[in-house]
């Protein structure tokens, strides 16, 4: 195998993990989102917040919500793909 080879196979696996990695950030937040909103978050909200109850907005929850939109580009890519194949 030639050195070009090798490199260009190295590249190949380094674009599928970066794929895999940039699919792998949406869910990671929501699931953050829900645990947040689900158990709060902790100790520390009680003196931070000032509203508390089902419908509190403010601290991590709003912005785990945000970062799993902004990231929710790669899946909407993939999905976009695989209907156009059909």
Do not use: Q
């Amino acid at each position: 195998m030639s050195t070009h080879e090798s490199a260009a196979r190295s590249e190949t696996v380094t674009l599928r993990m970066a794929k895999w990695l940039s699919l792998a950030a949406a869910p990671t937040f929501v699931i953050m989102a829900l645990l947040t909103g689900a158990f709060g978050n902790g100790p520390m909200d009680m003196l931070c917040s000032s509203m508390h109850g089902v419908l509190s907005f403010d601290g991590m929850l709003p912005m785990y919500l945000l970062m799993s939109a902004f990231h929710a580009t790669p899946w909407l890519r993939m999905f976009a793909r695989r209907r156009r194949r059909c």
